[in-house]
């Protein structure tokens, strides 16, 4: 089995339908499995999927587990040589995976890959070109110093949009929208760490990879589109928004707790926890 594809559903029908279609109609000759973890949806996925699309695997969650631990979820069925996290709220074009598995078949020092992921206007979807969240890093974003200034690499570390982006560069971590890596270093390394309900999953995933050695890459050669903030982490309704901030706030904190809470003095890391928090504010 060469493509293990992943896909975490919760409340996102009729984007799910859209995401297995361009599953469907992919023009590749990979051997591949297409594994969707539905998180006890209510709005009638899971019969959609058997009606629809029984060539897809489907594992049925008994509660929401979140994104990490039903990525890992998914993992424990996977046989491919190469595991693709995909979001539910995504449609990929014909040549997105063969394009990319012959990147990552090319390239054997890379351990992550992504390709341009694009919103419905056509820009890039800014979280899937990422530097890690160091505290400056952080500090230039809160305080809107890399939107002043995108292009200034030294305000510009965590989305990087001083880099080429028409041209295939290293980056420090993907989105979970599109996640490329190999079943052997998920083997080595470990997966998901279960904590991360939802958000900063994969730059912790990313910053583990990385540590070992393995390149992480954006590969704008092939695109997929991302309907953002329909993939279950965002809602209208506002108790789920708190709830969503509530998240935001403990995930990012467990992030800086794991891997800065000892490589920086206590004043800058109280700091970059009041911007996370301001931030989270700012989601309700």
């Given at each position: 089995?060469?493509?293990?594809?992943?896909?975490?559903?919760?409340?996102?029908?009729?984007?799910?339908?859209?995401?297995?279609?361009?599953?469907?109609?992919?023009?590749?000759?990979?051997?591949?499995?297409?594994?969707?973890?539905?998180?006890?949806?209510?709005?009638?996925?899971?019969?959609?999927?058997?009606?629809?699309?029984?060539?897809?695997?489907?594992?049925?969650?008994?509660?929401?587990?979140?994104?990490?631990?039903?990525?890992?979820?998914?993992?424990?069925?996977?046989?491919?040589?190469?595991?693709?996290?995909?979001?539910?709220?995504?449609?990929?074009?014909?040549?997105?995976?063969?394009?990319?598995?012959?990147?990552?078949?090319?390239?054997?020092?890379?351990?992550?890959?992504?390709?341009?992921?694009?919103?419905?206007?056509?820009?890039?979807?800014?979280?899937?070109?990422?530097?890690?969240?160091?505290?400056?890093?952080?500090?230039?974003?809160?305080?809107?110093?890399?939107?002043?200034?995108?292009?200034?690499?030294?305000?510009?570390?965590?989305?990087?949009?001083?880099?080429?982006?028409?041209?295939?560069h290293e980056i420090d971590s993907p989105a979970g929208a599109f996640f490329l890596t190999r079943k052997l270093i998920l083997d080595a390394v470990g997966s998901f760490d279960d904590r991360f309900f939802m958000y900063a999953e994969d730059l912790d995933l990313s910053l583990r990879i990385k540590q070992t050695g393995w390149k992480v890459m954006y590969v704008p050669t092939t695109k997929i589109v991302h309907h953002k903030k329909k993939s279950g982490r965002h809602s209208a309704d506002p108790h789920l928004r708190r709830i969503t901030s509530q998240h935001f706030f403990t995930t990012m904190k467990l992030f800086y707790d794991k891997h800065y809470q000892h490589k920086y003095p206590k004043p800058i890391y109280w700091l970059v926890l009041f911007g996370i928090w301001v931030i989270s504010k700012l989601k309700q």
């Amino acid at each position: 089995m060469k493509l293990s594809i992943i896909i975490v559903n919760y409340n996102t029908k009729d984007y799910l339908r859209q995401v297995l279609q361009s599953i469907k109609q992919s023009r590749d000759n990979l051997t591949k499995e297409i594994i969707v973890v539905d998180n006890a949806s209510t709005d009638g996925s899971q019969a959609m999927i058997r009606h629809h699309f029984n060539w897809v695997k489907l594992i049925q969650a008994s509660q929401n587990l979140g994104y990490a631990a039903a990525n890992n979820l998914g993992l424990t069925r996977a046989k491919g040589e190469y595991i693709l996290f995909l979001n539910s709220d995504t449609q990929i074009l014909s040549d997105t995976l063969t394009t990319m598995i012959k990147f990552m078949d090319q390239y054997q020092d890379v351990g992550i890959s992504t390709c341009r992921v694009e919103l419905p206007g056509g820009q890039i979807d800014p979280a899937s070109h990422r530097g890690f969240p160091t505290p400056w890093a952080a500090l230039t974003y809160f305080t809107g110093l890399e939107t002043a200034f995108p292009k200034f690499r030294l305000f510009g570390q965590y989305h990087q949009r001083w880099q080429d982006l028409s041209a295939i560069h290293e980056i420090d971590s993907p989105a979970g929208a599109f996640f490329l890596t190999r079943k052997l270093i998920l083997d080595a390394v470990g997966s998901f760490d279960d904590r991360f309900f939802m958000y900063a999953e994969d730059l912790d995933l990313s910053l583990r990879i990385k540590q070992t050695g393995w390149k992480v890459m954006y590969v704008p050669t092939t695109k997929i589109v991302h309907h953002k903030k329909k993939s279950g982490r965002h809602s209208a309704d506002p108790h789920l928004r708190r709830i969503t901030s509530q998240h935001f706030f403990t995930t990012m904190k467990l992030f800086y707790d794991k891997h800065y809470q000892h490589k920086y003095p206590k004043p800058i890391y109280w700091l970059v926890l009041f911007g996370i928090w301001v931030i989270s504010k700012l989601k309700q």
